[in-house]
Structures are given as structure tokens and as C-alpha cells.
């Protein structure tokens, strides 16, 4: 509506009129222009302040990661103890001490050490022993210091040192030579094996202890020429100590142990694999291109679970096709962690079982995530797969083939709606990098694999283990050579390491003592696994010198025990 009439006004009351309109107006058009600018402002500031939330958020949730990784430790992820921080197990004892149970109760009145009824390994006396030797009679009595000269006979008793006579023993063959009637050629004869003509060699007694201090204790050729001259006094050289492991190692390729040892591990109904990665200097090439392979060394453990039988073998890498490679001849169970590779072998093998050890590591790293209590389903889980290996055992102990339906059943279920509770609360929450929560991981890895988890609850008669631990105490021993020596220098070294490592492992666990298993060896008969079928085992033991074995006694001459 026009404010100021159209009609003539002499006394100019209309055009001052006008002039504040159009004043107004401008000031309007001022006012609407700043706020124009101040709603800009506001939003390019609304939009900082969500950016900053936004960054808060994910800086709190990258807060939240480094905080869980720096918690873990040995008992909720595959980290040794070995390479825990310092004051991690103190830490763990704090946190047990204040929660009202532990994991593992124990008598207040127990004491440390072996319990009544363990057999323990503790030296009994020998009623024949090699010298008897009589002690000075006492000069005064214990009680009241009299003396004891011309005191009556009140009987002995005994004491026994156990020890080692180490001394030079020097085996000298004569080898005699004939002279052909018809050509006059002289024939002499071939020294016996581990000897050469016209040389001086170190007998088998020397070659077992530079292969052990390699082998076993994971000392380097240099050192364990040294330590061999300290505690033999016998003065040997670094090559000699690393010819002799090459030695053994050539005499166990000839005799075919990696072959009899697959086919020993074929006929088993259950078997556990493991693998660790390794430091190789020199990795191996690509015979096509020449390049290097890709990936870290493995040294990959191959065991059945009552530990008879261990079969190690270097791998270039932990691809899926190395290690689907190695286990193609296996059609049984297969016991392992969570690694995705051995999936790829679900279709021709009996049966997965899940490492049920990994999974409560895996469990008690989510325990210990927030809000408040959220995550207690993972530490059901945990509850449930201990009450079902209890199950297990006591049906073991009865003699029964299998659980009570109904109990399995219970478990089961209990099982399924604490991983469909962890699944439902976790799937919505954030997490680093815009990852699933760690929650929603676990809860649909053992969703998708909860047949592979249960398995030890049906199959245990066959001898299914819920745990993948024979495989695991096996792996020690390259994670503890590496921590030692640091490194090998090629892929061959620690093949050569795993072949002998195999081979005295499994020898022992079926009674050979490592001086024979060696000796045999260097002659030319090593013991190998014998390749009828395997008993299915009901129980974990510990190894006994009980299955055939197709082994032949050594042929050189026995060494006296004194040497």
C-alpha cells in the first residue's frame, strides 16, 4: 500500500514522506544484508563446530583402539609372553585379586609344586651302583658334642651322586689290504660308517652335541664349538659343528623322512597345524621371473595331538596356496586357529575344529570394551565353551562316545543367544577408521563358525582336541630360536632346521634317545614313522614310547659309557 497520497501538497509533507520511506527502506535492506551475512557466518561456523565433533569423535575412537591394543597381552591375543610389556603379569594379578572370582580357584591350603599323586621326575636310588665309597665315621655326637671313639656300631646310611665321566676315547680301525692273485690289485678294506681311510673324524657322540647345542639349543656354530671344548675338552671347529647338522640333514633326505613322514601324518584321524613367521636374509626367488617371492618365511608345525608325531616344514610365505600345498595329502580333522587359509581345505577334509584357546583370547579382548558391561556376552562365551570341554572330559572319563543331547543342546543355545546379544548391540557403534566395532566382528566370526567351535563336542571320540595347544608347544621352538639367533640366511637353513628338529622330536617320542636317533642316522638307517593307521586317541597324554616304529639298530661300534 503507497503511504503517501498522488495528490499535489504544497506544504511538502509527501516528499519528507517519501525521503523516510525510501530511509527505511534502505536501513531494511542494510539490516536484511547483515543478516544475510550472519546466517553465513553462523553456518560456515555450524559447520566448523560439526567438523570439530566430528574429528573429536574420531579421534576418541582412534583414543579407544590404541588403548585396546596397548592392553593386550598374552591372555587375549596371540602376543607371547616373551614380548608383554613390563608389568603386564602384574597387572593381570591386580585385576584378578580384584574381581570376587578368578578364572582358575585354587585352596587356600594348596601349596605350590606337585600335588600328592604326581610322579614327578626325581632321581631313586640305584641298588647296584658303579663304586661304593665308605665316609669318616662322626668324631663327636650331634646332640650333645661328646665324643664318639670307640662308640658302638649303630648301623649306616646312604647318599648317592649322580655324575659324568667325560674322557678321550680314540677308535682306531685297521683296515687290511689284499693283493688280487690274477692282476695284483690290492683291495683294502672300507672303514665302517661315520669313519674315512687315512682321515680322523669325530664319532657320533660329538656330532649328537654339536647337533643338539644347534638344534636344540639354538647356540650358533661358533659358541657351541666353544662350549663343546669347555665341557668335552675336546676342541672342535664352528665348521665342524655346522657340517654336522648338514650332515644329518643329508642323511635324512636320503632316506626319505619327509615323505614317510606325510604319509605316517595321512594315515592319523586328527591332526593340529600352527605356523610363525621367521626372519630369512635372503629370501627365495621366483624361478620364472627371478624376483623374490612375496611374504614373510613361515615355519609352519604339523603335530598330532597326543604329540608323537611333529612335522615342521619352511614355507616362503603364509599365502593360502603355500600352506593349502603342504596339508593337500590330509583328508581327517584339522585342528587351527582362526587364519582364513585353512578354510580353502573345509571341502575334502572330515572336519575344521576351531582353536577354542584362540577364541577365549579373542573373547576377553572384547570383555574388556565399553559401555559399562555391553560386551559380558563374550564373557559367557567363555563360560560356555569351558563348561562344554568339562563335558567333554566327563564324558571321556565314563567311557561314553558322546554327550547327552540335551545338555548339548543347552549349551548350544546358551551359546547362540549370547553371540545374537553381542551381534545386536554392537552393530551400530563406531569404530576407528569407520571399521565394525570389534564386538560385531567376534559376534558374526563365531555366528559364521560355530559348527567349526563345537566340533571337539561331537568328534571327541575320534580324538578331536579343543584346543590347537600340541601344535602351538611345537612352534616354541622356531619363535625361541629366532628370539636367540635372530635370523636365518636362507631359506634352505631353516629347512635343514625343521627336517632335524622333526626327526628328533618325534624319535624321542617314541623312546629314542637322541644318540641313537643321531647315530642310527649318520649310518645310513635313520628311525622313521611307521605308515600303518594310527589308533584314534580319546584323551591328551603325554608322549610314551608305545607305536610301532620301523627303526634299525645303528651299525657302528657301541661307545663305551665312560666316553
Known amino acids: ?249 643329508g642323511r635324512l633326505q636320503d632316506a626319505g623322512l619327509d615323505a614317510a613322514m606325510r604319509a605316517a601324518l595321512e594315515k592319523e584321524p586328527v591332526l593340529a597345524a600352527d605356523e610363525t613367521p621367521v626372519s630369512v636374509l635372503t629370501a627365495d626367488t621366483d624361478p620364472g621371473s627371478g624376483e623374490p617371492v612375496p611374504g614373510a618365511a613361515q615355519v609352519m608345525v604339523i603335530r598330532t595331538p597326543d604329540e608323537r608325531l611333529v612335522w615342521l616344514q619352511a614355507l616362503g610365505s603364509r599365502r593360502a596356496e603355500a600352506i593349502t600345498a603342504l596339508l593337500a595329502f590330509f583328508t581327517g580333522f584339522l585342528i587351527v586357529d582362526g587364519y582364513s587359509a585353512y578354510q580353502q581345505l573345509s571341502g575334502k577334509l572330515a572336519g575344521i575344529q576351531q582353536c577354542c584357546q584362540h577364541i577365549i583370547r579373542r573373547c576377553r579382548a572384547v570383555t574388556k570394551l565399553g559401555p559399562g558391561s555391553l560386551q559380558s556376552w563374550a564373557g559367557e562365551v567363555i563360560t560356555i565353551l569351558r563348561e562344554a570341554h568339562q563335558a567333554v572330559q566327563d564324558a571321556r572319563s565314563r567311557g561314553q562316545p558322546r554327550l547327552d543331547a540335551d545338555l548339548l543342546a543347552g549349551l548350544r543355545q546358551r551359546y547362540d543367544d549370547a553371540v545374537r546379544f553381542g551381534i545386536i548391540h554392537s552393530r551400530l557403534r563406531d569404530w576407528d577408521a569407520g571399521g565394525n566395532h570389534p564386538g560385531y566382528v567376534l559376534g558374526c566370526w563365531l555366528r559364521d563358525h560355530a559348527d567349526q567351535a563345537w566340533l571337539f563336542t561331537t568328534e571327541f571320540a575320534a580324538g578331536v582336541e579343543w584346543t590347537s595347544n600340541s601344535a602351538e608347544r611345537a612352534v616354541k621352538g622356531p619363535k625361541r630360536h629366532q628370539a636367540v639367533s635372530g635370523y636365518w640366511h636362507t631359506q634352505d637353513t631353516p629347512g635343514r632346521w625343521c627336517r632335524i628338529r622333526s626327526y628328533l622330536d618325534s624319535a624321542a617320542n617314541h623312546g629314542l634317545t637322541a644318540l641313537d636317533a643321531i647315530t642310527s642316522a649318520l649310518a645310513g638307517e635313520p628311525w622313521l614313522p611307521a605308515t600303518q593307521p594310527a589308533i584314534p586317541i580319546t584323551r591328551e597324554a603325554k608322549p610314551c614310547p608305545a607305536p610301532a616304529v620301523a627303526w634299525l639298530p645303528a651299525t657302528l661300534p657301541a661307545i663305551p659309557a665312560a666316553a
Open 1 to 249: 500500500m503507497d503511504l503517501v497520497s498522488g495528490e499535489p501538497d504544497p506544504s511538502g509533507v509527501a516528499g519528507e514522506q517519501r525521503e523516510l520511506v525510501a530511509r527505511l527502506r534502505a536501513v531494511i535492506g542494510a539490516r536484511d544484508a547483515e543478516l544475510a551475512a550472519l546466517r553465513e557466518g553462523f553456518a560456515a561456523v555450524r559447520a566448523d563446530l560439526e567438523a570439530e565433533r566430528e574429528l573429536r569423535r574420531r579421534l576418541e575412537l582412534r583414543v579407544a583402539e590404541l588403548e585396546r591394543r596397548l592392553r593386550m597381552d598374552s591372555s587375549d591375543s596371540g602376543t607371547p609372553p616373551s614380548k608383554e610389556r613390563i608389568g603386564a603379569r602384574e597387572r593381570r594379578r591386580a585385576e584378578r585379586r580384584g574381581r570376587d572370582a578368578s578364572e582358575r580357584e585354587r585352596r587356600k591350603d594348596r601349596k605350590p609344586g606337585g600335588q600328592p599323586g604326581h610322579p614327578g621326575k626325581g632321581l631313586s636310588r640305584d641298588l647296584d651302583p658303579d663304586e661304593r665309597r665308605e665316609a669318616d665315621p662322626p668324631s663327636q655326637c650331634c646332640r650333645c658334642g661328646a665324643g664318639l671313639a670307640g662308640a658302638e656300631d649303630a648301623g649306616s646310611s646312604w647318599a648317592q651322586v649322580w655324575d659324568v665321566k667325560i674322557i678321550r676315547h680314540v677308535l682306531e680301525y685297521l683296515l687290511p689290504g689284499l693283493r688280487c692273485p690274477c692282476c695284483g690289485t690290492v683291495t683294502t678294506a672300507a672303514p665302517p660308517a661315520g669313519a674315512h681311510a687315512g682321515s680322523v673324524s669325530y664319532g657320533p657322540l660329538l656330532n649328537t652335541a654339536a647337533v643338539l647345542l644347534t638344534a636344540y639349543g639354538n647356540v650358533p656354530p661358533e659358541r657351541a664349538a666353544r662350549v663343546i671344548g669347555m665341557l668335552l675338552r675336546m676342541p672342535v671347529s664352528a665348521g665342524f659343528v655346522d657340517k654336522a647338522s648338514a650332515r644329518l640333514d
